[in-house]
Nanobody, 125 residues
Framework: QVQLVESGGGMVQPGGSLRLSCVAS????????MGWYRQAPGNQRGWSRE???????????NYADSVKGRFSISRDNARNTVYLQMNNVKPEDTAVYYC???????????????WGSGTLVTVSS
């Protein structure tokens, strides 16, 4: 069993900063790509999660155009943890942020796609 637990969400004023964390725990051989997705409040149509940023095990990063220059993703492989530093946040960044990790299971070496339960970020004055 693998679990992803996010933390760090909350309310922040426009122009402010927030740091999200996500820890993967459980039966893990290794963690490959990790990333953050978001889903805006009230957007419940089908699969509406937007990729915010992703990072490979070797720390190659990828960002959505809307957050480039403002958000930074990083990871600690020893702790199976991924971070999202959010700077100069805007009201349109308001969303539930979900952590994603591609986990390799021990023994079977199966590749598992795991999600956290989400953490709400609200940007408002």
């Amino acid at each position: 069993q693998v679990q992803l637990v996010e933390s760090g969400g909350g309310m922040v004023q426009p122009g402010g900063s927030l740091r999200l964390s996500c820890v993967a725990s459980g039966s893990i051989f290794s963690v490959n790509d990790m990333g953050w997705y978001r889903q805006a409040p009230g957007n419940q149509r089908g699969w509406s999660r937007e990729l915010v940023a992703s990072i490979t095990r070797e720390s190659t990063t990828n960002y959505a155009d809307s957050v480039k220059g403002r958000f930074s993703i990083s990871r600690d492989n020893a702790r199976n943890t991924v971070y999202l530093q959010m700077n100069n946040v805007k009201p349109e960044d308001t969303a539930v942020y979900y952590c994603n990790a591609r986990v390799i299971a021990p023994t079977t070496y199966a590749l598992l796609d795991k999600w956290g339960s989400g953490t709400l970020v609200t940007v408002s004055s």
